[in-house]
């Protein structure tokens, strides 16, 4: 049994292909094909439709539901908006369901590129194990299961072992201080969250036993990137400095998975939205409606809470590495300050 989001307002019944295929329904192909159009103005393609029961009020029916890549249409509640013009949200609510094809809404619709692979190159060919081994397979690594603060459970491997004999990846990851003196001037804000972004990207095949991991029912290995490698970060960060470079510093911030769009309209801000959905859409990444903040005044982005008029409260820095950051953003001022005086 699956939960529905119920639309008295709607002609049609939606349901997404996902959910097809895990309830196990038969599609059947419609006479001809037709696009739906939404209440945001935007069109969703229906090609294949199911008959399946539906429950309201213990009243039970057999209906007709058209069957959709995913749709946004019930999910706008999920959508974090910073402004109460009713245009503007409107018009980011036809964006969303235009690139809804983008949008994780759990692990099994989370994208993956077809852009890049992960390789783990070793300095050894030794192979590892933290204990005498009952496998076949020359590596694998222990595993444990932590807590998140929603309750849910996340699964660890612990990949020190592999990570010393890993041959490091030099890319450089951006300083924070660097992205934040790049704020000045611009009042709007849209933060994307790439949905568990490691994992969007696939490890290479001669690399996938690396990965390997036990647990009291067996052998595993990870198709996809997990986290705990080393490089990961640096993988990640190449590959979407690529995918966005031309929008790189004057129209997005990129910090691994963390993406910032930068604006002085909202008008603006959905030109370049738009632009970088499009990138996504075609690389194959998905982001997570949970955590994007659209059309925000003021946000908080890598800790720091900042707006048109620079950064709101800094934090007092606790430990060295914070105050080599705070010496490190006021040495950029300046610099910015006396390149603006001249």
Known sequence: MEISFLDLGSSVSL???ALVDKLGLEPVRVGVPVSLKTLHDSTIPV????????????????????IVDKCVMGEHRKVNVGTNDPKATQQLLAL?????????NDMSEVGKTSTTEMHIKLTTTQPIADRPRRYSDSEHSPVLLVGKKNGEQRLCVDYRALNKITIKDKYPIPRIEDHLSRLA???????????????????ARDSI?????????????FLRVPFG??????????????????????????????????AR?????????????????TSGLTVRLSKCYFLK???????????????????????VHQLRQFIGLTEASVNIQAATNK
């Open 297 to 319: 005044t003021k946000i908080d982005y890598l800790g720091f809470e900042v707006s048109e008029s620079g950064i709101q409260e800094f934090p007092v820095p606790t430990t």
């Open 229 to 262: 490698l080393t490089n990961a970060a640096e993988v990640f960060q190449r590959m979407i400095n690529i995918l966005l470079g031309n929008l790189r510093f004057t129209k997005v911030l990129i910090f691994i998975d963390d993406v910032l769009i930068l």
């Open 265 to 281: 309209s909202w008008q603006e801000s959905f030109e370049t939205l738009k632009e970088v959905l499009n990138i996504f859409k």
């Open 15 to 17: 349901i997404t292909k």
């Open 185 to 203: 001037g611009y009042g709007w804000f849209i933060s994307l969250d790439l949905y568990s972004g490691y994992r969007q990207i696939p490890m």
């Open 47 to 66: 090609e294949y439709k199911v008959t399946a029961l539906i429950s309201i009020d213990n009243i039970a029916k057999e209906i007709d539901l058209c």
């Open 209 to 221: 036993p690396m990965t390997a991991f036990v647990t009291q029912d067996g052998h595993y290995e």
């Open 96 to 104: 969303l369901d235009e690139f809804s094809m983008c949008i994780a």
